[in-house]
């Protein structure tokens, strides 16, 4: 698997509010946004295979 980097730009709030997940979750910032990436594809397919719409505010 070839990684790639993605440069990602948001809000100091937000990013304090993944730092402090991450911390408590014992992972990598990078390793926390990742499975949030995962999770939200398998949501999406999984969605789109059901026939629905997804809303990324849900």
């Known amino acids: 698997m070839n990684n790639v980097i993605i440069t990602l730009r948001t809000s100091e709030e ?4 993944l730092d ?8 990598s910032l990078n390793n926390l946004i ?13 969605v789109k ?3 629905e719409n997804i809303n990324p505010n849900n």
Do not use: Q
């Open 49 to 51: 295979n059901n026939g």
């Open 14 to 17: 937000i990013k304090k509010e």
């Open 34 to 46: 990742v499975t949030i990436l995962m999770k939200y594809l398998e949501k999406n397919k999984e």
């Open 20 to 27: 402090k997940i991450a911390l408590d979750e014992n992972r």
